[in-house]
């Protein structure tokens, strides 16, 4: 076969390209990922949004009651959350990402931890009823339509902090009394309820991976991770106090804040601040934090919409590159 110095060339050339454009486009996308988060640096639990690499932080709710437990919609245009700014119950709540057009969703007493279906048409949440003797029973998952009308209850008694996979078939959740909880995955319709999890950790906050292969959850307060089949159960962090886990889009890290990972900064008894843990390593790094305020309860969006890759944050760009490819032959 003859040597081609031509062919070999132009694929040096496609290759160097394919590198530079990807390390450049890396971190746009870093950038261009939100996340939306609760903060007390206004005086009141509010919600804010944040690049992913933590910069460009601006408000979105303000109201004299508490905002709290933001969760994106798949298209990133509204964020649904919790507040008791309606009488003092605490219920769901979507606003628009800019701030404007806050409606409430829910009429329970406490209803908290919604999350959006992948195709943005339902919401699942922690609803919990008021049964016949009028005390408060934890533990109702309801699933309704985004606009908060046709609820339906899926679990009672020990179904709680649902979260939905990124194919929409199944809901992740926790089970059980006190400390004998575990990890569950169920069918988004309620059945083939199945157990993850087999240890003695107490558990909270599951949270699926973008890529479908790992849920990551809070055991005993800090991060774990297992494999969506109950497999290659660890730890990842090791701070107590470490909660809310959200995964980045590229399914490469985890967000979380941490009550005690800067205890005492700038003379502060305890500093609650949101962090970054890539999976792989264990390296964390500091995404918002701050000794005057409390920065918790990460959401990060999953722009799927956004020509990333289903790998990762990678920009597709088999589109420009076949507009190189044809002069290097």
């Known amino acids: 076969m003859p040597f081609n110095a031509r062919l070999l ?60 437990y933001p969760a994106w919609s798949p298209d990133g245009k509204k964020i649904a959350f919790v507040s008791n ?130 849920i990551a959850y809070v055991g005993d307060h800090v991060i774990w991770v297992v494999d969506s089949d109950g497999e290659n159960q660890r730890q990842l962090t090791n701070i107590v106090t470490e909660e809310h886990p959200t995964w980045s889009p590229d399914s490469e890290f985890i967000a979380f804040h941490s009550f005690e990972r800067d205890r005492g900064l700038g003379g502060a008894a305890h500093v609650i601040g949101i962090y970054m843990v890539e999976v792989t390593s264990g390296h964390v790094r500091a995404l918002q934090v701050d000794p005057e305020f409390w920065n918790l309860e990460p959401d990060w969006l999953y722009p799927g919409g956004l020509a990333v890759s289903p790998q990762g944050s990678h920009v597709t760009m088999w589109g420009r590159l076949k507009h190189i490819a044809p002069s290097l032959r």
Do not use: C
């Open 85 to 214: 700014r309606n009488g003092g119950y605490i219920q769901i709540w979507v606003i628009d990402a800019d701030g404007n057009n806050p409606v409430r969703l829910t009429d329970g007493v406490e209803d908290t931890y919604p999350d959006w279906s992948p195709d943005g048409t339902k919401i699942v949440y922690d609803a919990h009823l008021v049964p016949d003797d009028h005390h408060l029973a934890p533990g109702g998952i309801v699933v309704m339509d985004a606009d908060g009308k046709n609820k339906r209850l899926l679990k009672r008694a020990g179904g709680l902090h649902p979260t939905w996979s990124p194919d929409g078939k199944r809901i992740a959740f926790i089970s059980g009394v006190d400390v004998i909880n575990h990890v569950f995955v169920m069918d988004a319709d309620g059945g083939n309820r199945t157990q993850l999890t087999h240890d003695f950790v107490r558990k909270r906050l599951p949270a699926w991976s973008h890529d479908g292969k790992r």
């Open 9 to 68: 060339t132009g694929t040096a050339v496609v290759m160097s390209l394919l590198i530079q454009m990807q390390i450049a486009e890396n971190g746009y996308a870093a950038r261009r990922t939100k996340i939306a988060f609760t903060s007390t640096r206004d005086g009141n639990a509010e919600i804010y949004v944040m690049d992913g690499d933590g910069n460009n932080r601006r408000r979105v709710t303000a109201h004299q009651h508490i905002d709290r």
